[in-house]
């Protein structure tokens, strides 16, 4: 059974005091509609942690388009089944006033945390404020279940260094990040796919499909420069009717804003595209087996 927790002071209690009798948390912070994705973060931390805590908070901070928060599927009766089922010893959930209670109610008294260099280019570019609702959403929540380890998904790439930013600065938790996901065609799980009309749905995977193009150009003929590898990438996309937001190549050790010059020795190669009204990201570390 699946403790259930409507607010996050009960959160907070609850973990304090089981963590004074030695429990260790795992934390995986979500915003619901869980998948499959969020169940194998959740597994993994049970595995690993024992026990197991998730958060499920539709963070208002992190939403730079209004309309996407207002669409944004949730369903936290069906997220509390998946959970007991996967193992999850405590779930939560809660509102910003709760989240944030000094701010009375105001969100532009809620002090910002710095989301730290990860945060420019690409996601952070294209969706302003977005990675800094983030850092403050998830050093609010690390502060509130003070996790051993936080579980996150690889999918949402540039969050991961964010997160490790964070982490980083507060000095813990131990940040575990999960390979994504995916559909049998290739299309990485999101909350968001359950928006996709069935014809998007179906171009939707051509998304995967170009980052595996990129890969074999990596793999294939030491074709290692970003331009050259984002040209294969935007050839498969184009056939795709997907509008694309980008396509791009980054080091992973070394974020940059911009694109990096000259021939790569490692890269992630990582994608936003909209399929009908729906924003899709994904990405693949090409130098990786
Ligand atoms: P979200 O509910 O979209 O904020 O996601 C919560 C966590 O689940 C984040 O760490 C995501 O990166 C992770 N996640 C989302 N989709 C997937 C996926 N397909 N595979 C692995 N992790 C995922």
């Known amino acids: ?27 995986v912070p979500t915003m619901g509609a869980l998948h499959e994705g969020h169940l194998a973060l959740v597994r993994r931390a049970k595995r690993e942690c024992g026990t197991v805590c998730v ?23 069906g997220d509390v089944r998946l959970l007991s089922s996967a193992g999850c010893d405590m ?27 990860a945060a420019l280019g690409l996601e952070g570019a294209l969706r ?43 000095g ?11 559909a049998p065609d290739g299309l990485a799980l999101s909350s968001r796919n359950a928006l996709l009309e069935p014809s998007w749905r179906e171009r939707a995977p051509a998304i995967h499909r ?15 420069a970003a331009p050259e590898l984002a040209r294969r990438m935007h050839a498969v996309l184009a056939q795709s009717g997907l509008s694309v937001e980008y396509a791009a190549l980054r080091d992973p050790e ?14 992630v190669a990582l994608i936003a595209a909209r399929a009908g009204g729906v924003r899709l990201i994904d990405n693949l570390r090409l130098d990786a087996e």
């Not at 009375?104 to 910002?112: F, L, V």
């Not at 890969?215 to 003929?221: C, L, M, N």
């Open 254 to 267: 070394a974020w940059t804003e911009a694109d990096p010059r000259g021939a790569l020795s490692r890269a």
């Open 210 to 224: 170009a980052l595996l193009a990129a890969r074999e150009a990596w793999r294939g003929e030491s074709l290692r």
């Open 55 to 77: 958060s499920v908070f539709v963070n208002p901070l992190q939403f730079n388009d209004p309309r996407d928060l207002e669409r944004y599927p949730r369903d936290f009766e």
């Open 1 to 27: 059974m699946t403790l259930r927790l409507d607010a996050p002071a009960a959160a907070r209690e609850h973990c304090a005091a089981t963590r004074d009798k030695g429990t260790r948390w795992g934390f």
């Open 128 to 170: 302003p404020g977005h990675f800094t609702g983030v850092a403050t959403i998830v050093e609010r929540l690390f502060d509130f279940v003070r996790p051993e380890c936080a579980y996150f998904g690889a999918k949402d790439y540039q969050q991961t260094l964010v997160v490790r930013h964070v982490a980083r600065v507060r």
């Open 91 to 117: 779930v939560f959930t809660g509102t910003l006033e709760q989240f944030f209670p000094e701010a009375q109610g105001a969100p532009q008294a809620i002090r910002s945390v710095d989301p730290g260099p």
């Open 172 to 182: 813990g938790p131990r940040i575990v990040v999960c390979p994504t996901e995916r």
